[in-house]
């Protein structure tokens, strides 16, 4: 792809955008009832009778507490994405509605649903089905933590044969490309942020030096380890994105963000249904394939990360738990962020303060520093924004690296350190690739193109941790049956031995 990509030029940004066209055109439909499926299938098993099943066991017990484990189920999510849209993707539907609107409040209303729905409960729900998937099968199967292992009831010993090896090869890939997609938006953004404050070139060239420089710095962190190097930056991560959230929250409109919050949400669980399978049916436009295709791709892409990650810290959670702290813990912070920056954008606009919107529709990496210009100590936390979504870029490097090593070495916890180098520098080399192949473009392409073959597998696993949930539950009934039954002739035999002791006295 690298070579082919480079060898081609200027050509490439036709091919890419050809190749999204006809996949979002074709395959739209697909993509939005198929993650409106996964949202709905993880609810209903949460609120089954196979909601009462424990990761790990009946006798296992949560590693972290709530308030810890939903720190790291946002720290799973939060990242590159939201540092780039969280400004950008309201303004700009707000100042181009995709449907229709009265005014100024409508639109505003409409912006913020939409932006709801793409970072809210749809996407936990693909979360929720491969964590949930992936925790099962290693915690309470035994198996390695791998995807092969998640399609043992329908595959059984052929998930160690080549048919194993495509599904692993295919969340590889996914893995890649969706990491790519987030490094190149990340590394648009600082560039941005540069050009902003110091007036550097904001060229391509310049992008992909920052990238090569950023995936050296990741290099190392993966060299260093987990503990020594991905832990400490992910713990950075997010005390520095609380800070810089509290700070936009007590700056900023502050009664005004709370109340957009809490009318954002009613509105978006209010028109959660006709968003969810809306396809532009009778619009004939094309801004789904641009937006909401776009990140049902990307999220799908991501899954293996994000469900990865989440898999490995749930152990000891009902499934009940499990999917309904994915869902809403991330999904609520996730809102209270969108509100705090896309709404405080959007009511400056509102008020004719500010280039914030024609900055959001001319350059997106650029619409969250020309906000933080209209409040106090703009320049520092300029920096501080840049720092954020560097240090985002090597950890979701260094941990993307660990998911991949993981997946091509059959599931093992710690695999040659040379094996992630090569990983991190190669997800490094996607993303610089992408730029020059034809930029934002390039890789929303990168993203459809390796989430609709990873699709199917994601339709498959919901089959699949169905049949393994039910396998598990009915194991649970005849255990206790087998229990009660045991008990039953222990009374018995109690009762029998007492009567012969009463008849020999």
Same mark, same amino acid.
């Given at each position: ?118 970072? !809210?409960? /749809?996407?936990? @729900?693909?979360?929720?089905? %491969?964590?949930?998937? =992936? *925790?099962?099968? $290693?915690?309470?199967? &035994? +198996? ?11 595959? !059984?010993? /052929?998930?160690? @044969?080549?048919?194993?090896? %495509?599904?692993?090869? =295919? *969340?590889?890939? $996914?893995?890649?490309? &969706? +990491? ?25 060239? =310049? ?299």
């Amino acid at each position: 792809m690298i070579i082919t990509t480079l060898s081609m030029g200027q050509d490439a940004e036709e091919m890419f955008t050809a190749v999204q066209s006809f996949i979002s055109d074709n395959g739209g439909w697909l993509f939005i009832i198929s993650v409106s499926t996964f949202l709905v299938f993880s609810i209903v098993i949460a609120f089954s009778r196979l909601g009462n099943i424990r990761l790990g066991g009946a006798d296992a017990r949560p590693e972290f507490s709530t308030i810890a484990w939903f720190a790291m189920l946002f720290s799973a999510g939060m990242g590159i994405g939201i540092m780039f849209w969280s400004v950008a993707e309201p303004m700009t539907h707000f100042l181009e509605p995709p449907v229709e609107v009265g005014g100024a409040e409508e639109a505003a209303q409409q912006a913020m649903s939409i932006t709801y729905l793409h970072w !809210g409960f /749809h996407a936990w @729900g693909i979360y929720a089905i %491969v964590g949930l998937s =992936l *925790a099962f099968f $290693a915690f309470n199967r &035994g +198996l390695p933590l791998s995807f092969r292992s998640v399609f043992q009831p329908v595959l !059984g010993d /052929h998930i160690e @044969g080549w048919i194993g090896d %495509v599904i692993d090869i =295919l *969340a590889v890939l $996914a893995t890649l490309f &969706g +990491l790519a997609t987030s490094l190149g938006l990340g590394v648009k953004q600082v560039s941005a942020g540069l050009h902003h404050l110091f007036t550097t070139p904001d060229t391509l060239w =310049l992008q992909v030096g920052l990238i090569i420089g950023i995936t050296m710095v990741a290099t190392v962190s993966v060299f260093l380890g987990i503990d020594k190097g991905v832990r400490v930056l992910s713990e950075a991560n997010i005390r520095i994105a609380v800070v810089f959230l509290l700070f936009m929250i007590i700056v900023g409109p502050t009664i005004y963000i709370f109340d957009s919050f809490v009318q954002n949400i009613g509105d978006y669980l209010g028109n959660l249904a006709r968003y969810s399978f809306w396809t532009e049916a009778y619009q004939g436009s094309t801004w789904q394939n641009s937006w909401t295709v776009f990140y049902w791709a990307w999220w799908v892409s991501w899954s293996p990360y994000v469900g990865m990650f989440i898999a490995r810290i749930s152990k000891g959670r009902t499934v009940r738990e499990f999917v309904l702290g994915v869902l809403i813990a991330p999904s609520l912070i996730t809102f209270l962020w969108l509100s705090a920056f896309g709404g405080s954008a959007i009511s400056l606009e509102m008020a004719n303060v500010g280039n914030i919107g024609a900055t959001a529709l001319d350059n997106e990496a650029m619409s969250l520093f020309v906000l933080l210009e209209q409040f106090p100590w703009s320049f520092v936390t300029s920096i501080i924004a840049i720092i954020l979504v560097m240090s985002f870029f090597v950890t979701s490097s260094d941990s993307g690296s660990l998911v991949i090593d993981g997946l091509t070495s059959g599931g093992k916890l710690e695999a040659p350190v040379g094996q992630r180098i090569f990983w991190a520098q190669t997800e490094g080399a996607v993303a610089a690739v992408l730029l020059i192949g034809g930029g934002l473009n390039a890789l929303r392409t990168a993203s459809v193109i390796t989430g609709l073959p990873f699709l199917f597998i994601l339709l498959l696993m919901c089959y699949s941790l169905y049949k393994g949930l039910s396998e598990e539950q009915q194991k649970k009934i005849s255990q206790r049956k087998t229990k009660e039954q045991n008990s039953y002739k222990e009374l018995v035999s109690d009762l029998l031995q007492k009567e012969d002791e009463h008849s020999a006295e």
